[in-house]
């Protein structure tokens, strides 16, 4: 890539080294962001500026060079896009609404109220899988019976309860 000269065959190192940097470029924010030539263009023109104005001394490859070029740009694109995404979103209210909490008390109430109509089986089912947080065979090894049986009295125990919730 040198000349005779100690300067830099640009036109080859844009040759060698814009394909590679468009690929790490598609690949780290997808093909499909329009701004991906954009940035491909930003880099080399900011790699061979450097070549020019000297800052790079040559202590590694031109290839290593391109690509920390490549990486600490693709870096700071993601940032810039976090940041715009953040900036728009919605703030969440600071303290929740006293009637939402107020609705959700008595409706564990409720629930609390129509799990203990429910005829054991069905309880100790739902108590295990949801309560506990296991999982469907380990609900099954528990009760002696195939996990199968296990989904199915799930299943029902919960439209049991909202039958018994509309009530």
Same mark, same amino acid.
């Given at each position: 890539?040198?000349?005779? &000269?100690?300067?830099?065959?640009?036109?080859?190192?844009?040759?060698?080294? =814009?394909?590679?940097?468009?690929?790490? #470029?598609?690949?780290?924010?997808?093909?499909?962001? $329009?701004?991906?030539?954009?940035?491909?263009?930003?880099?080399?023109?900011? !790699?061979?500026?450097?070549?020019?104005?000297? @800052?790079?001394?040559? *202590?590694?490859?031109?290839?290593?060079?391109? %690509?920390?070029?490549?990486?600490? /740009?693709? #870096?700071?694109?993601? /940032?810039?896009?976090?940041?715009? !995404?953040?900036?728009? +979103?919605? &703030?969440?209210?600071?303290?929740? &609404?006293?009637?939402? @909490?107020?609705?959700?008390?008595?409706? !564990? *109430? +409720?629930?609390?109220?129509?799990?203990?109509?429910?005829? $054991?089986?069905?309880?100790?089912?739902? %108590?295990? %899988?949801?309560?506990?947080?296991?999982?469907?065979?380990?609900?099954?090894?528990?009760?002696?019976?195939?996990?199968?049986?296990?989904?199915? =009295?799930?299943?029902?125990? @919960?439209?049991? +309860?909202?039958? +018994?919730?509309?009530?």
């Amino acid at each position: 890539m040198k000349k005779k &000269d100690n300067s830099y065959d640009l036109e080859k190192i844009t040759a060698k080294y =814009r394909p590679l940097v468009t690929f790490k #470029v598609k690949k780290s924010i997808g093909s499909h962001t $329009p701004e991906w030539e954009d940035i491909v263009n930003e880099i080399m023109l900011n !790699a061979i500026e450097k070549i020019k104005s000297g @800052q790079f001394k040559g *202590e590694s490859s031109v290839g290593t060079f391109i %690509y920390t070029i490549t990486r600490r /740009r693709i #870096v700071d694109y993601i /940032r810039r896009k976090k940041k715009i !995404a953040t900036k728009y +979103l919605p &703030d969440s209210d600071p303290f929740p &609404d006293p009637h939402e @909490q107020i609705e959700d008390k008595e409706r !564990a *109430e +409720l629930l609390a109220k129509k799990l203990e109509e429910l005829k $054991p089986k069905y309880k100790t089912i739902l %108590y295990l %899988y949801y309560y506990k947080d296991l999982s469907r065979k380990e609900v099954a090894k528990r009760l002696g019976i195939s996990p199968r049986n296990v989904s199915e =009295r799930v299943h029902y125990a @919960q439209k049991l +309860l909202k039958k +018994l919730m509309k009530k």
